[in-house]
């Protein structure tokens, strides 16, 4: 009987090796508390040395959505109609999540190399709290963006609260992603700097600022890639339950919802199948 089989028979595991899937979710679980409370901790850090603080949660994509609504919106003609100023608003601050969620996710193992070398706890629970500061983060922007709907003139209705699952469904959505560019930038360091760039394509792609229908008419085509298009679909919903008089299909509830659990299932193996590489030294 070899060494390793000998261990084995007692329960003795080698250091860093990578449990299974389901013992890695109950790990993390237990981890919850800590997730939260180091999640809540960069909120309030991200912006404390600023003089307006937290604050410029609020300010930074308020000032992208009166940027891009003027340029699109008045600049061009006003042809885009009344509610525009409502649409880029709510297109902008959803996305800010995503891309949030993307570009934090990607760094979440590189950016702490050494409490992931010098700790023994489930990596998993890095990607994890930096989505769910982005989430904490969209949360008062999420006020705002309602009080802005209706100073401009939008009606409060009880459609509204379906912002709450729609978000629960992107929130998934968002993790499963972190976690797969998580595992890439620590395999290619220079993701990172690529993905801003991929964000930046996906912000003028996913129809924050244009609705497919309407722009993309002569392409049937197109039209159909964007039917299927998760964060285009996430944006249109959100939109169908704030403003006035804008409908959305029904079936793009199934569309989030399924991107949502095969991008959040996949992201989980994937990441976990790596376990054991992030704590090396790279």
Same mark, same amino acid.
């Given at each position: 009987?070899t /060494? =390793? @089989?000998?261990a084995?028979?007692y329960?003795?595991?080698r250091?860093?090796a990578r449990?299974?899937? *389901?013992?890695y979710?109950?790990?993390?679980?237990q981890?919850?508390?800590f997730?939260?409370?180091l999640?809540k901790?960069r909120?309030q850090s991200r912006?404390q040395?600023?003089?307006l603080?937290m604050i410029?949660i609020v300010?930074?994509?308020?000032?992208n959505?009166?940027?891009y609504?003027a340029?699109?919106?008045?600049?061009m003609?006003?042809?885009?109609g009344?509610?525009?100023?409502?649409?880029?608003i709510?297109?902008?601050?959803l996305?800010?999540?995503?891309s949030a969620s993307l570009t934090?996710?990607?760094?979440?193992?590189?950016?702490?190399?050494?409490?992931?070398?010098?700790?023994?706890?489930?990596r998993?629970?890095?990607? /994890? =709290? @930096?989505?769910?500061?982005?989430f904490?983060?969209?949360m008062p922007?999420l006020g705002?963006?309602? *009080?802005?709907?209706?100073?401009l003139?939008?009606?409060?209705?009880?459609?509204w609260?379906g912002?709450?699952?729609?978000?629960?469904v992107?929130a998934v959505l968002?993790?499963?992603?972190a976690?797969?560019c998580?595992?890439?930038?620590v395999h290619?360091r220079d993701?990172s700097?690529i993905l801003p760039?991929f964000?930046?394509?996906?912000?003028?792609?996913?129809?924050v600022?244009?609705?497919?229908?309407?722009?993309?008419?002569?392409w049937?085509?197109?039209?159909a890639?964007f039917?299927v298009h998760?964060?285009?679909?996430t944006?249109?919903?959100a939109?169908g339950l704030?403003?006035?008089?804008?409908q959305h299909d029904?079936?793009?509830?199934q569309v989030?919802a399924?991107?949502?659990?095969?991008?959040?299932?996949f992201g989980m193996i994937?990441f976990w199948?790596a376990e054991?590489r992030?704590g090396?030294?790279n």
């Amino acid at each position: 009987m070899t /060494v =390793a @089989e000998e261990a084995e028979k007692y329960g003795l595991h080698r250091v860093g090796a990578r449990p299974t899937l *389901v013992s890695y979710l109950k790990q993390t679980w237990q981890r919850r508390e800590f997730i939260y409370e180091l999640a809540k901790a960069r909120v309030q850090s991200r912006n404390q040395k600023n003089r307006l603080g937290m604050i410029w949660i609020v300010l930074k994509p308020t000032f992208n959505a009166l940027m891009y609504g003027a340029i699109f919106g008045v600049l061009m003609g006003g042809s885009r109609g009344p509610d525009y100023p409502v649409f880029v608003i709510i297109g902008v601050f959803l996305f800010e999540f995503f891309s949030a969620s993307l570009t934090n996710g990607a760094k979440s193992i590189t950016g702490n190399k050494s409490l992931v070398q010098s700790l023994a706890f489930p990596r998993l629970s890095l990607p /994890v =709290a @930096e989505v769910t500061q982005n989430f904490l983060t969209l949360m008062p922007m999420l006020g705002v963006m309602f *009080v802005y709907a209706m100073i401009l003139g939008t009606t409060p209705k009880w459609s509204w609260l379906g912002i709450i699952p729609l978000l629960g469904v992107y929130a998934v959505l968002n993790m499963g992603l972190a976690l797969i560019c998580a595992r890439i930038t620590v395999h290619i360091r220079d993701f990172s700097q690529i993905l801003p760039l991929f964000t930046r394509v996906m912000f003028y792609t996913s129809g924050v600022l244009f609705s497919a229908d309407r722009l993309l008419s002569h392409w049937p085509g197109l039209i159909a890639v964007f039917n299927v298009h998760p964060i285009y679909q996430t944006l249109q919903i959100a939109r169908g339950l704030v403003m006035d008089d804008y409908q959305h299909d029904p079936w793009a509830w199934q569309v989030v919802a399924l991107w949502a659990v095969c991008t959040f299932v996949f992201g989980m193996i994937y990441f976990w199948k790596a376990e054991e590489r992030y704590g090396r030294a790279n």
